[in-house]
Structure formats: structure tokens, C-alpha cells
């Protein structure tokens, strides 16, 4: 990742990290926003995907709307979000052009479609389990499997085969 010293303390780094609603979702439903502000210090969102996080009865939207880490903006490439919206969901569309036009160093997204399009488009992709493998290893949790099992009670969905291979490479399994 190109990562440049965006926050000015000599030696650490601050990610510019675009977010689609997904992983945002998945960890305001088990009250663990705070690792996105702990591992990233600021999340920008499109302007579709803060409807979406915020939109009164999303599970967890209460919680979104207190934060102070998750900013927004505007994608101004209406041409090409309506191209990707061919492929994917607006807010998913959204966060990939704000992502290329901020020349972000990570796009925060699950759906493996979108994951696979924002690659193509040269962008780096991390989803909520991988979030929870950066939390572990920066000490910030001591292990993921408690955390996937709340995920999975509140609808989050993974394959047991994802989940298994996931588990073993952070020798939870």
C-alpha cells in the first residue's frame, strides 16, 4: 500500500480508507465500531452509503450516527458510478469511485463481486474479517473466533470452509 504520513506524528502512518456499509454494519451490530476508529483513525463514506448505515432501523444505525471517526463525501464521477451501478448497488459504486478519486490506500467492502470489481480497478480491498485479522494483530483483540460467533448470531453470513480456513491461518482453529 502506498500509505503516506497523513497525520503528521513522526513515524505513523494514517491510511486514507474509503468504507462501503458492510463492514461498518457488521460491527455496529456487535458494538465494535470502535476498531475501525482504533485500526484507521478516520473512515470516509460516500454519500449513499451514510443513507444506508443511518436510515433509521438498520441495526446499529444509533451507534453510526454518534461516531465522529466516519466522514463524508461526495463522489464526484456521476458517469462512471452509473456504470458500476450496472454491476453493483449505488452505495457499493459509490465507495469504489470515491475510493479511485481519493486515490485511497484501502477500500473497506465484503461482497465478493465488489471486491473482485475494485481490484480489477486497481484498489487494495479488505473486508470485516480482515479488519478482525489486523485487530488481533495489532493486540487490539485477543482472538477473532468470540467475535465471528456474535457476527454469525446477528446474520452475518460466511462459508464454514472460509470461516475454517480464516480461523486456522490466526491458529483459532
Not at 53 to 76: D, M, Y
Not at 83 to 90: A, T
Not at 138 to 152: A, C, F, N
Request: charged share 30%; aromatic share 4%; with cysteine.
Amino acid at each position: 500500500m502506498q500509505a503516506e504520513q497523513r497525520d503528521g506524528e513522526a513515524g505513523k502512518e494514517e491510511l486514507l480508507v474509503v468504507s462501503n456499509s458492510s463492514v461498518i454494519i457488521a460491527l455496529a451490530k456487535i458494538c465494535r465500531l470502535v476498531l475501525l476508529e482504533k485500526l484507521f483513525k478516520k473512515i470516509i463514506v460516500p454519500e449513499a452509503v451514510w443513507r444506508e448505515v443511518t436510515v433509521e432501523g438498520k441495526p446499529g444505525h444509533e451507534k453510526i450516527l454518534r461516531v465522529e471517526f466516519i466522514h463524508v463525501e461526495k463522489a464526484s464521477g456521476r458517469r462512471l458510478v452509473a456504470l458500476l451501478e450496472e454491476l453493483v448497488d449505488r452505495g457499493e459504486a459509490e465507495a469504489i469511485v470515491l475510493a479511485l478519486e481519493l486515490n485511497a490506500d484501502l477500500l473497506l467492502v465484503d461482497d465478493h463481486d465488489v471486491r473482485s470489481l475494485a481490484k480489477k480497478l486497481g484498489l487494495q480491498v479488505m473486508g470485516t474479517l480482515g479488519v478482525l485479522a489486523l485487530a488481533k494483530y495489532r493486540g487490539l483483540i485477543q482472538e477473532v473466533k468470540p467475535i465471528i460467533d456474535e457476527l454469525i448470531k446477528r446474520g452475518f453470513w460466511i462459508s464454514r470452509k472460509i470461516l475454517k480456513e480464516f480461523l486456522r491461518e490466526l491458529d483459532e482453529y
